[in-house]
């Protein structure tokens, strides 16, 4: 009751609003704005555990800040400088909230990679703000952002590759060695410590077809991956890089491995993803054997799996936990309509996904403590939905074209970031 008492003086206080906002506006303006403040109180309020003095205060911060943002272009960093005085523990979460749900579209930056063959895969840094590339002729770039203007420098660290041709196919980073893996397309694993540049570790043809998929255990010692052969391999990077088990039952290139959010005994496989034809494609062999998405939930412990065979083919997939502490599978289907399934029960979600004639995802993603789900297509359109109302939030089209993936920063002095 005192949360719908706060919503309707906040909705009075909104419709008083002085121009422009209401001089320039429909009220169907208004009533979109209203609706928007609406939705970040109660997100903040459930989902995040804010009372109700600290919602109240949000409030009032929220009131002022659409009044601001539609007559001056400071009005975001003063209200945040406000927001940090008021209630410094909550600036990061209510920070990403007005920016997802704000009037108007979030800047993007972009950072330009000319000078570089095309990014193949990608990964950003657990603790840091940086983002890890990998491209087509095997270079491997570290992008670290800079707190004062927001720039990048570039670190450029060299694969030591003999042959004349050469994609970096999967990158991710092991914050806690401060290491970088590099998987390649001849089936090899090269492992760098990112603050020389130097060469640790080559496991010369790991796998004996192209390295799809790298995972990190976020507590044990272990590195999935995955490859065309068709297996899935387990390492130990403290016992020498001993191969601890290898994982076999595809029938098909084995292009995604993911370890579970909820259990970490677990790991997702995916095999026989649908890929959307393109010129842009022709460097990587994509494989596809026309057959129904098979994916597999393996145990680390015992190498046993559940597997889930499906109908139809899928274009991406992830996990998601929800606020219920559910997990779910995240699926992208080659018709366009983007999934949520329950493992328990095999409930389905279906989300709205307004693409375009001929257009898929290509890469979708869920954030790991936030329930915010992302998806990209071929033709560089972003999607960005509420897992709470399930809903479409925000839609952002990238003019260079294939979205290969997405990787989220939770980094003090930065905002959440995609």
Same mark, same amino acid.
């Given at each position: 009751?005192?949360?719908?008492?706060?919503?309707?003086?906040?909705?009075?206080?909104?419709?008083?609003?002085?121009?422009?906002?209401?001089?320039?506006?429909?009220?169907?303006?208004?009533?979109?704005?209203?609706?928007?403040?609406?939705?970040?109180?109660?997100?903040?309020?459930?989902?995040?555990?804010?009372?109700?003095?600290?919602?109240?205060?949000?409030?009032?911060?929220?009131?002022?800040?659409?009044?601001?943002?539609?007559?001056?272009?400071?009005?975001?960093?003063?209200?945040?400088?406000?927001?940090?005085?008021?209630?410094?523990?909550?600036?990061?979460?209510?920070?990403?909230?007005?920016?997802?749900?704000?009037?108007?579209?979030?800047?993007? %930056?972009?950072?330009?990679?000319? #000078?570089?063959?095309? !990014?193949?895969?990608?990964? @950003? &840094? +657990? =603790?840091? $703000?940086?983002? /890890?590339?990998?491209?087509?002729?095997?270079?491997?770039?570290?992008?670290?952002?800079?707190?004062?203007?927001?720039?990048?420098?570039?670190?450029?660290?060299?694969?030591?590759?003999?042959?004349?041709?050469?994609?970096?196919?999967?990158?991710?980073?092991?914050?806690?060695?401060?290491?970088?893996?590099?998987?390649?397309?001849?089936?090899?694993?090269?492992?760098?410590?990112?603050?020389?540049?130097?060469?640790? %570790?080559?496991?010369?043809?790991? #796998?004996?077809?192209? !390295?799809?998929?790298?995972? @990190? &255990? +976020? =507590?044990? $010692?272990?590195? /999935?991956?995955?490859?065309?052969?068709?297996?899935?391999?387990?390492?130990?990077?403290?016992?020498?890089?001993?191969?601890?088990?290898?994982?076999?039952?595809?029938?098909?290139?084995?292009?995604?491995?993911?370890?579970?959010?909820?259990?970490?005994?677990?790991?997702?496989?995916?095999?026989?993803?649908?890929?959307?034809?393109?010129?842009?494609?022709?460097?990587?062999?994509?494989?596809?054997?026309?057959?129904?998405?098979?994916?597999?939930?393996?145990?680390?412990?015992?190498?046993?799996?559940?597997?889930?065979?499906?109908?139809?083919?899928?274009?991406?997939?992830?996990?998601?936990?929800?606020?219920?502490?559910?997990?779910?599978?995240?699926?992208?289907?080659?018709?366009?309509?983007?999934?949520?399934?329950?493992?328990?029960?095999?409930?389905?979600?279906?989300?709205?996904?307004?693409?375009?004639?001929?257009?898929?995802?290509?890469?979708?993603?869920?954030?790991?403590?936030?329930?915010?789900?992302?998806?990209?297509?071929?033709?560089?359109?972003?999607?960005?939905?509420?897992?709470?109302?399930?809903?479409?939030?925000?839609?952002?089209?990238?003019?260079?074209?294939?979205?290969?993936?997405?990787?989220?920063?939770?980094?003090?002095?930065?905002?959440?970031?995609?």
């Amino acid at each position: 009751m005192e949360l719908n008492h706060q919503i309707h003086g906040l909705q009075s206080v909104l419709r008083s609003f002085p121009s422009p906002l209401v001089a320039s506006s429909e009220p169907a303006r208004i009533a979109l704005v209203q609706s928007e403040v609406i939705s970040i109180v109660d997100y903040l309020v459930t989902m995040c555990g804010i009372s109700d003095c600290q919602s109240m205060q949000i409030q009032i911060l929220l009131d002022a800040f659409l009044f601001i943002r539609e007559t001056c272009a400071a009005g975001l960093k003063a209200m945040m400088r406000r927001l940090e005085s008021m209630c410094p523990n909550l600036c990061g979460v209510v920070a990403d909230i007005l920016t997802w749900f704000s009037v108007g579209t979030p800047p993007i %930056k972009s950072i330009p990679t000319e #000078h570089l063959k095309k !990014v193949t895969c990608i990964d @950003v &840094h +657990p =603790t840091e $703000p940086w983002i /890890l590339t990998g491209h087509q002729e095997g270079n491997v770039c570290i992008w670290k952002t800079k707190p004062q203007d927001g720039s990048h420098e570039m670190v450029s660290i060299k694969t030591h590759k003999y042959e004349d041709y050469c994609v970096t196919s999967a990158v991710r980073f092991v914050a806690r060695r401060q290491w970088v893996i590099v998987g390649d397309n001849y089936g090899d694993i090269n492992v760098y410590e990112y603050d020389h540049k130097t060469l640790v %570790k080559t496991m010369y043809r790991a #796998h004996q077809g192209q !390295v799809r998929s790298l995972a @990190v &255990h +976020p =507590t044990h $010692p272990y590195l /999935l991956s995955s490859s065309d052969d068709k297996s899935i391999k387990l390492w130990n990077w403290d016992n020498k890089w001993e191969q601890i088990r290898e994982f076999k039952g595809h029938l098909s290139p084995v292009l995604q491995v993911m370890f579970s959010p909820k259990d970490t005994s677990q790991f997702a496989s995916v095999s026989d993803l649908f890929v959307a034809k393109s010129e842009m494609r022709r460097t990587l062999s994509y494989a596809y054997s026309g057959s129904p998405t098979n994916i597999k939930v393996w145990s680390i412990d015992s190498g046993e799996s559940e597997s889930y065979n499906f109908s139809e083919s899928f274009t991406a997939v992830d996990f998601c936990l929800t606020d219920s502490d559910q997990q779910y599978l995240v699926v992208c289907k080659k018709d366009g309509n983007v999934e949520i399934r329950e493992r328990a029960n095999g409930q389905v979600k279906t989300l709205e996904t307004p693409l375009k004639t001929g257009e898929v995802i290509t890469a979708v993603a869920s954030h790991p403590s936030l329930p915010i789900l992302v998806a990209g297509t071929q033709f560089g359109r972003v999607f960005l939905w509420n897992l709470t109302t399930h809903r479409l939030e925000k839609e952002h089209h990238f003019h260079n074209g294939w979205i290969e993936g997405f990787g989220f920063m939770d980094v003090e002095r930065f905002n959440r970031s995609l």
